[in-house]
Every structure is written in structure tokens, then in C-alpha cells.
């Protein structure tokens, strides 16, 4: 399977004709290399409604013909620009046909701000997705400060690839996304949500040192760069 970094927490996984992209931040992030309108998927999973997460999931939708899976509230709103939605919540499971999705929890907050309207629009509870695809495992956790059920999804999934925020101030720092690593028992590790704004500039090779420490690969891609992810290699 094919793991593409497209920058902050924007992922995209491919294998066998079928691909999904997980919180497009593509137009509008100084550090995105690939282009919205060149992006070609299926699904486009949502973990929240902050801007730096959906901003390009409704043009992404409605250029690939892609539904769009999120929380039930995130999931409506977005409906209303004409997309399709799939309108879930935590602990459920979507089955897409090539992979499954489980929506999992995330200790964050999920919003629109409208600031000409001084109005903000709660959108739900944030969530991370655990993605199973094949013969693999991969547990994309939003936007979250460590919590201790990690320990409880580690134990429940083999999880193969975790995709870890390690920005701090919105989310987990790089300490706390080294235990998150332990809990959820993860033989990989991306990261993510970090180096896009000055507020979250993180060291990603100093992260993976610690990783390496407690027997973890840690895995930091630059925006444009890809992996492949198999079983055997994991
Ligand atoms: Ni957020
Ligand atoms: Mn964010």
C-alpha cells in the first residue's frame, strides 16, 4: 500500500486502483506540494471540522465524485454544499468496500469559526480513524493530546502504522506521541501536525531517535514524499 504525506495532517493511501485521503489541507498550506485539483480518490476521511483538516475536502469531493466520511454533525454540514457524506460516529465502523474504517476517539475540540459572523459552529466530538485495508493496519489519530485508552486500542489492534501528531500547543507534543507509540503498540510511526506553522515546528528526526529507544520505527516524511507500507516490512 502506498502512504502519501501531502503535509500537516493530510495523508493519502492507495492500493489497487482505490484511494483515500485522509484530512486534505492542500490550498492554503504553505508547505503542501500537491494540488487539491490534482488529487484523485474514492474517500476523503474527516477526523474534525477545524480548517487545517477539511479545507479542500469539498472540492476534493466533488471533483473525484468522492463521499466524504466524518462525524454525523461534520458530515451533515458538508452535505448541505451538495456532497455525499457518510455520517458517522465513535466506535462505529464504515465499510467502504476495499477497507474498513472505525472511528476512534481524540481528546481535541471540532468547530467552524466564522469570524465576520462571530459565530462558531460545533461540529461534534473529534475522532481518529483506524483504517483496515488488506492485510493491514493503520490508525490515523487527528488531532489529540494523549489519552489512556490509547493503551485500550493498542491492546484491541495490531497496529502496523500510526499516524501521530507531535506539533504540541493544539495537540500532543513529541513526548507524550513517544508514549502514545507505546500504548498503541504501533511498529510504525508517521508524524504529523507539525513544521506546517511556526506555533508547532518540531524536530521530526530527534522524534524518531526516541522512538528508536524503545524499539519503534519512526518514519518522518517530507510533504510530497511517500512510503509503502506492507506487512512483511513492518
Ligand atoms: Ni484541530
Ligand atoms: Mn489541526
Known amino acids: 500500500m502506498q ?22 489541507f492542500l490550498s492554503g498550506n504553505p508547505a503542501a506540494v500537491a494540488k487539491a485539483e490534482d488529487i484523485r480518490v474514492q474517500y476523503i476521511l474527516l477526523t474534525h471540522g477545524h480548517g487545517d483538516h477539511i479545507a479542500d475536502a469539498t472540492a476534493i469531493a466533488k471533483a473525484n465524485d468522492a463521499t466524504i466520511v466524518a462525524t454525523f454533525e461534520l458530515a451533515n454540514y458538508l452535505s448541505w454544499n451538495g456532497v455525499k457524506t457518510i455520517g458517522m460516529n465513535l466506535g462505529g465502523t464504515a465499510d467502504l468496500g476495499f477497507a474498513k474504517v472505525k472511528m476512534v476517539h481524540a481528546f481535541h475540540s471540532s468547530s467552524m469559526i466564522f469570524e465576520d459572523e462571530r459565530k462558531i459552529v460545533y461540529l461534534g466530538m473529534p475522532g481518529g480513524f483506524l483504517i483496515y485495508w488488506n492485510d493491514l493496519t493503520i490508525l490515523h489519530a487527528g488531532d ?10 493498542g491492546e484491541m489492534n495490531k ?70 507500507l506492507t506487512k512483511s516490512a513492518l
Open 159 to 228: 497496529i502496523d502504522c500510526a499516524l501521530l501528531p507531535i506539533g504540541d500547543f493544539f495537540t500532543m507534543g513529541p513526548d507524550d506521541a513517544v508514549i502514545a507509540a507505546e500504548w498503541l503498540r504501533a511498529k510504525k510511526v508517521v508524524p504529523i501536525h507539525y513544521n506546517t506553522f511556526p506555533g508547532i515546528a518540531q524536530d521530526a528526526a530527534a522524534f524518531s531517535a526516541k522512538l528508536k529507544e524503545r524499539g519503534i520505527e519512526g518514519l518522518p516524511l517530507k510533504p510530497g514524499e511517500s512510503a509503502e
Open 3 to 24: 502512504l502519501v504525506y501531502h503535509g500537516h495532517s493530510c495523508v493519502q493511501l492507495s492500493e489497487g486502483g482505490q484511494s483515500v485521503i485522509v484530512d486534505p
Open 144 to 153: 489529540t493530546g494523549l489519552f489512556g485508552d490509547m493503551k485500550m486500542i
